[in-house]
C-alpha cells in the first residue's frame, strides 16, 4: 500500500495516525487471510480413502462370485431366498428359523455369514455372543457388498459386548485379533477399523455398535 501523502501539507501528527492505520489495515487482513484455511472442515482421521473403500469392495465381489462359481445357482437362490425372508425382521421367529437353515444347509456361502452376523446384532445377552462369536470365527471371510468384511466387524462388536460385560481381557484380545489380522477393515460408515478402536482406546470417540444390517439386505448383483 502506498502512501502518497505530504507531510508539510498535513502535518507530521495527522501523517503518523495515517501510517499506523494504514498499517493497521494491511496487518489485519493479513491475519484473515492465514486463518481462513482454518476454518475449512478437516478430514475424519479415521475415515478411509475412496481407494480404501474401492479395494474393500472389490474383495467382497470377489467372494460372492466365489460362491456363484464353487456352488449350484439354485441353492445360492435358495440361499438368498433365505436371507430375504429373515432381513424382513432380524428380531422375529421367521429370522431365527431362517438363518438356522441356512447355516444347516448352505454353510459355506457367502450369505449365510452376513446373516449370521446381522442376527447377531439383534440379539442380546448370551445369544448376542453366541452369533458374533460364530460369525467372528466361521465366517470370517465372509463380506457384506460394500466392503465390510465379518470376520472384522464381528469381533469389533464381539469385543464392546464383552466390555459391557465387564470381560476386560477377553475384549482387549479381541480388538488385538482386528489389529493383527484385519488392518485394511473398514466399518459400515466407510471408517478403517483399527483408526476407530485407535480413536476409542484415547477416549476422542465413544464406540458406535448400533445395529446396521439393513445395509445389505438387497439382493447382489454379481456375476
Known amino acids: 500500500m502506498r502512501l502518497a501523502l505530504d507531510v508539510r501539507s498535513i502535518g507530521k501528527s495527522a501523517f503518523l495516525t495515517i501510517v ?9 487482513s493479513a491475519a484473515a487471510a492465514q486463518e481462513a484455511p482454518a476454518t475449512q472442515p478437516q478430514p475424519s482421521s479415521t475415515a478411509a480413502s475412496e481407494q480404501h473403500l474401492e479395494r474393500q469392495r472389490a474383495f467382497a465381489k470377489a467372494r460372492i462370485r ?27 421367529d421367521e429370522a431365527r428359523a431362517s438363518v438356522k437353515t441356512l447355516i444347516a444347509k448352505y454353510p ?9 452376523l446381522n442376527l447377531g446384532q439383534w440379539c442380546t445377552g448370551a445369544e448376542r455372543e453366541r452369533y ?15 466392503g465390510v468384511q465379518i470376520g472384522a466387524y464381528a469381533r469389533y ?3 464392546h459386548h464383552y466390555r459391557e460385560q465387564g470381560k476386560t481381557a477377553d475384549a482387549e484380545r479381541i480388538f488385538d485379533e482386528i489389529r493383527k489380522s484385519y488392518p485394511e477393515a473398514i466399518t459400515p460408515s466407510g471408517e478403517v477399523l483399527v483408526a ?25 448383483q454379481i456375476h
Do not use: H, M
Request: proline residues 5%; contains cysteine; aromatic residues 6%.
Open 132 to 146: 458374533l462369536k460364530r460369525a467372528a470365527e466361521e465366517y470370517g471371510d465372509c463380506f457384506y457388498r460394500n
Open 196 to 220: 476407530v478402536l485407535r480413536e476409542e482406546a484415547k477416549g476422542t470417540r465413544k464406540p458406535d455398535t448400533t445395529t446396521q444390517p439393513a445395509a445389505d439386505d438387497q439382493r447382489p
Open 20 to 28: 499506523v492505520a494504514a498499517a493497521l489495515t494491511i496487518l489485519t
Open 66 to 92: 466365489q460362491d456363484n462359481r464353487r456352488f449350484p445357482q439354485e441353492q445360492v437362490d435358495a440361499a438368498e431366498a433365505l436371507y430375504q425372508i429373515a432381513s424382513k425382521n432380524w428380531r422375529s
Open 157 to 159: 462388536l464381539l469385543g
Open 108 to 116: 459355506e456361502l457367502n450369505r449365510t455369514g452376513c446373516a449370521v
